[in-house]
């Protein structure tokens, strides 16, 4: 049988999803459902005088209106940060209380106050409309870079900071710097987003009077921590008595790794009405309320010698947290941020220092990438700025500063087990025709119009791990993986896994490497995943992890299941165990050339005994059955890593900037699925380049949201995209059997600096902020033309 | 969305007599609907005026096409006949937000609401248009009066728009890059009459640039329009264009329609 890893197995979720038939939470509907609505603040900041719900109760239709004097009488406990962050003076950081449901400040346009279970939406919405809610109204903190001198928006954490973080040595890059021929000196922001899943959240709830079970349906990413930390930290109910299924889900992109405020009142509530609730987010709520991702000011600065080689970095950001700390919200910046910003370099001394921020705007959490992407960005612009100052070629100033051996120890934290990033960039720059820039420059020139080239080289650590490092570094759980598979006595395989797919097709990778371990038809084995009530505990799907940790307990599960298999076999087959070879799912013990399939083998473990035709006897001490589970705590992250090459092509007239070519070579160790692989990193591209060209939150002074909808928010479109020219290198990783790395995030890392260096390069190296919109690229052209005006 | 009194009209006469200041006619939709659903409007009764048959067509004679109030915006886009008499606006319904708001929005229900960045008014302006309404005919350079705002009645239906073919004409348009509409679209229209230079997006209503008319009259080139001083004063800013870009724009885009003409 040939290997399905590293084939193009088409995916098994497309029937579903593409006729139309994926369930997601709004497609699930309980009997005397009530549908709820949630009351939230309008402003950004205002203390809560008085919630006066009288005439809404008479509402048609109302069955109750709970608010947060029922969440504190009740103790249902708030929602929480995960990672412990410490400051660089050894102080813990500081975190607000946020109660599912404020009940006396509210801290950004959007925090629910109260909500509204009605017998149909309608008359939850018009209910809504009656809860009066007297606030006192005060001035809001909304701007990142002046938060640290506003007013403290929580009692007790003065300046707005969460902490001040430090990873890296201040002296030994100070002794560098001294040494340095020139420093390259970079202010940049990282713009705002907002996640945008196609799917906004939703939750329904079925509270079973009986057994006392309440199950959550909901929009999640990682059902097994939401129930966790929804039992543990909110209280709602034991986790014996909670379930928690997150079925088809649309997306999520980090946003949806957060247990939100209505899942926790939405279960709460429905034992306390005894009621089933369905509450699915309208457009606007999840503009106003998803978690959103990115909002950096950094200042850095590169030490560099004349011929170009780095001595020192400095990084110095102000991260936005929003208005609370969430599970990634206080590790993004710091552990996901701080150490990949020395990029793919040899740097002999470096640090990164992060002030995190309050802000009287929607938390801020982590964003395909979290972290990486934001440290990319600000590596990749301040190289091609030292690149152009020196005049060095770009390609060259890299190739200058890249390691050639590993294992690679990075900077500030992480040993790189394997990369090849001179074969990563040579490759990138061939497929992208580099030489042939030139010319096609000249060529747009002779239409009026500007060309760029932008060069990124990248590496990223994802699947987060160990777990006793992870936690060492101030993470509340371990972040393993688990698996089970079970074999049906008729030879059929079910994978349990504990990570979740929203969109990363587990259903078929999965399979793939249990149809490779086992030698079972992939047609025969199903992928389960998204229900507490089935399979084992798992931590979810986030961070480039699924397939490198959880992957891998399947694998390891595989394993033992082949192992047992080997014993009843080998009974079955008259041999020793240590005579049985499994391969292309038959046993085989090679001196009689007697097999039996692993079907079969499955067969006898349910029916041990021996009965007319059945033969099967178990081997002495073993139990019946084929199931095995598996946990998988790998010895590192990974670190997939690769280069892009991108061209814009300028109107200096109107400041279009056209994204005309795109090239991208990623090396994410052994790929099981191409087709898929290339489907995620042309999503994750789509989403980099969004952030560089269209997408931005933006709040005014007051801290109302501007851009609350598609009429404003502006998302990438096909059309504004080319064709993408995909090529991979491959260095396996060490850290696991199967030599995979993460490839979820890849894109998104890469894509923003690759943009924006051709941007500014076709500017002459004339900074602008993120994202390029049109107006500020017309407005550096002008300035370019005054100045070259100038200059002949 | 408020509960609403939902009417099917069987022709122009009875739309009419259920109008009053409280109703609104659905025609695509595609504005109604969505202020509705946010909240933003509220109406006692709602006239659907899609099944009036009289209501729907393109008719092209020697000098002028003739669209009927809810012909949807595929429909121009598409129509062989507009594509032969003025390219240029079967070109700018193309370019009106997606295929489904093509599929559904009407050019009556975009002129009768005069969004200050929807595309067909700067089309009605450039080309000279008639908008027959069920008791006259208007000049569109009367019918638009401000942001929003038309001259219409709330009891007049518009039955068809009759624009004036042009011996030479192009639309261009900056969309907003979020919403699609125009953060600033010129159309310019070169007639034995005259030449207009109808301009939308740039301010709190369409209006034909003068200026730049003129300057064209003279010398119908883009380089006739560098010398041409388009001021910001007046112009819209908002998170996607400051006032002063929308200025600069309007001459950007004129000159992109001239040298499309
Ligand atoms: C996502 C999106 C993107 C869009 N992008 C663009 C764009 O790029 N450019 C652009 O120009 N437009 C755009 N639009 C608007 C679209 O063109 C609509 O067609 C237009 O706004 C209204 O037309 P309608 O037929 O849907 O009118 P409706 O919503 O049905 O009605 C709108 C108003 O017009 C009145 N009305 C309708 N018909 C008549 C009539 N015959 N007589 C008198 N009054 C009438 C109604 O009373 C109502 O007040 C967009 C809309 C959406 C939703």
């Not at chain 1, 660089?88 to 279970?117: Q, R, T, Y």
């Not at chain 1, 009692?155 to 002794?175: P, S």
């Not at chain 1, 084995?525 to 992890?545: E, L, P, W």
């Not at chain 1, 490198?548 to 192992?563: E, F, R």
């Amino acid at each position: 049988m040939a290997s399905l890893v590293g084939s193009r197995v088409e995916r098994k979720e497309d029937k579903r999803f593409l006729t139309g038939k994926g369930r997601y939470t709004s497609d699930i509907n309980i009997a005397n459902q009530t549908y709820a609505i949630f009351i939230r603040s309008p402003h950004a900041r205002a203390k809560i005088k008085k919630i006066d719900t009288s005439k809404a109760l008479k509402s048609s239709g109302v069955v109750d209106i709970l608010t947060g004097e029922h969440i504190a009488q009740d103790k249902i406990g708030g929602l929480i940060a995960g990672w412990a962050i410490r400051s660089e003076d050894g102080s813990e950081m500081k975190c607000p209380a946020n109660p599912p449901l404020a009940k006396d400040s509210v801290n950004f346009v959007g925090d629910p106050v109260a909500v509204v279970f009605a017998e149909t939406l309608d008359e939850a919405r018009a209910a809504a409309e009656l809860v009066k809610v007297d606030y006192k109204v005060l001035k809001a903190v909304s701007n990142l870079g002046e938060a640290m001198n506003s007013e403290a928006i929580h009692d007790g954490i003065d300046k707005n900071l969460c902490y001040d973080w430090l990873l890296g040595d201040r002296q030994k890059v100070k002794e560098a710097f001294d040494k340095a021929d020139k420093i390259i000196k970079l202010d940049i922001n990282n713009n705002r987003l907002i996640p945008n899943a196609m799917e906004p959240r939703a939750c329904v709830i079925d509270y079973n009077t009986a057994s006392e079970e309440i199950t959550c349906y909901t929009t999640s990413q990682n059902p097994h921590l939401s129930r966790l930390i929804m039992s543990a930290f909110g209280g709602v109910a034991p986790e014996n008595k909670l379930r928690v299924v997150a079925p088809d889900v649309g997306g999520g992109f980090g946003s949806k790794i957060n247990l939100y405020n209505e899942e926790i009142v939405c279960s709460w509530a429905s034992k306390k009405i005894e009621r089933p609730i369905k509450w699915v987010a309208e457009r606007t709520e999840s503009f106003l309320t998803d978690t959103h991702g990115r909002d950096h000011i950094t200042h850095a600065e590169l030490a560099v010698t004349n011929d170009g080689k780095f001595l020192g970095f400095k990084n110095e950001t102000i991260a936005n947290l929003g208005a609370y700390a969430r599970v990634f919200g206080t590790v993004t910046p710091t552990y996901l941020f701080g150490p990949c910003a020395t990029g793919v370099y040899i740097m002999p001394a470096a640090y990164s220092n992060v002030k995190a921020v309050y802000t009287n705007t929607a938390p801020v959490d982590a964003y395909r990438g979290a972290g990486r992407p934001e440290a990319t960005y600000t590596i990749e612009r301040i190289v091609d700025k030292a690149a152009m100052e020196l005049g060095i070629d770009p390609i060259e100033i890299r190739m200058k500063n890249f390691p050639t051996e590993f294992p690679f120890k990075q900077t500030l934290v992480h040993q790189i087990d394997s990369g090849d990033y001179v074969a990563g960039l040579n490759k990138a720059k061939e497929m992208a025709d580099y030489d042939g820039f030139a010319a096609r420059k000249k060529e747009s020139e002779s239409k009026g119009k500007l060309r760029g080239i932008g060069v990124t080289s990248y590496f990223e650590a994802c699947g987060i791990a160990p777990s006793p490092v992870v936690m060492m570094l101030g993470c509340g759980v371990g972040l393993w993986e688990s698996a089970e598979v079970r074999f049906n006595p008729t030879g059929q395989v079910t994978v349990y896994t504990g990570s979740h797919s929203h969109g990363q097709s587990h259903q078929t990778t999965f399979a793939q490497i249990a149809a490779d371990e086992l030698g079972v038809p992939i047609e025969n084995i199903d992928v389960v995943h998204g229900d507490t009530d089935k399979g084992t505990f798992g931590m979810g799907t986030y961070g480039s992890r699924s397939l490198t940790v959880g992957g891998i307990a399947i694998v390891n599960a595989c394993k033992k299941i082949v192992n047992k298999g080997k014993k009843i076999a080998a009974k079955m087959l008259e041999a020793s165990p240590d005579e049985v070879d499994f391969k292309n799912g038959e046993f085989v013990v090679a001196k009689s050339n007697k097999k039996k399939t692993i079907g079969e083998v499955a067969f006898a473990s349910y029916l041990p005994g021996v009965r007319d035709e059945v033969k099967s006897p178990l081997p002495e001490g073993e139990e019946p059955g084929l199931i095995e589970s598996s946990f998988f705590d790998p010895a590192n992250f990974s670190f997939p890593a690769g280069s892009h090459i991108c061209e814009v092509e300028i109107d200096p007239e109107t400041g279009h900037v056209k994204l005309d070519k795109y090239t991208a070579v990623d090396d994410f160790g052994t790929i099981v699925n191409p087709l898929i692989v290339e489907g995620q990193v042309h999503g994750g591209l789509a989403q980099g380049i969004g952030q560089a060209l269209y997408e931005n939150a933006q709040y005014d002074d007051s801290g109302q949201l501007i851009t609350a909808s598609y009429m404003d928010y502006t998302m990438p479109r096909a059309d504004d995209l080319p064709d993408f020219n995909l090529g991979f290198t491959c260095t396996k990783a060490t850290t696991n059997p199967l030599g995979v790395k993460g490839c979820g995030e890849a894109g998104t890392i890469a894509a923003t600096p690759t943009v924006m260096n051709a941007v500014i390069n076709a500017l002459d190296g004339k900074e602008i902020s993120l994202p390029a919109t049109a107006e500020k690229v017309w407005k550096a052209c002008k300035e370019m033309k005054k100045s070259n005006a100038k200059a002949a | 969305m408020k509960t609403f009194n939902y009417h099917s009209a069987k022709d122009v006469k009875e739309a009419s007599k259920l109008a009053s200041s409280n109703s609104a006619f659905l025609a695509g939709g595609m504005t109604t609907i969505p202020s509705m659903k946010l909240g933003l409007a509220s109406y006692k009764d709602i006239i659907d005026i899609k099944r009036i048959k009289k209501l729907s067509g393109i008719k092209v004679s020697g000098k002028t096409v003739t669209i009927g109030a809810t012909t949807k915006h595929s429909e121009v886009a598409s129509s062989k006949d507009v594509k032969k008499a003025i390219p240029s606006l079967a070109a700018l319904a193309e370019g009106i937000g997606d295929p489904q708001v093509r599929n559904r929005g009407t050019i009556g229900g975009s002129i009768a609401n005069n969004d200050p960045a929807a595309d067909y008014p700067s089309a009605c302006i450039a080309l000279n248009a008639t908008i027959h309404t069920n008791n006259r005919s208007i000049d569109a350079e009367k019918f638009f009066r401000g942001m929003f705002e038309t001259c219409l009645k709330s009891t007049e239906v518009i039955e068809s728009i009759e624009f004036s073919i042009p011996q030479k004409s192009s639309y261009q348009k900056l969309p907003n890059p979020a919403s699609r509409y125009a953060i600033v679209g010129v159309y310019v229209a070169q007639h034995k009459t005259g030449i207009n230079v109808g301009v939308t997006g740039a301010k709190s209503c369409v209006y034909n640039d003068k200026d730049l008319a003129g300057a064209l009259t003279k010398n119908f080139s883009s380089s006739a329009i560098d010398s041409v001083k388009v001021s910001s004063s007046g112009m819209n800013s908002d998170i996607h264009a400051s006032s002063d870009y929308r200025a600069n724009m309007v001459k950007a885009f004129a000159k992109k329609a001239v040298d499309a003409c």
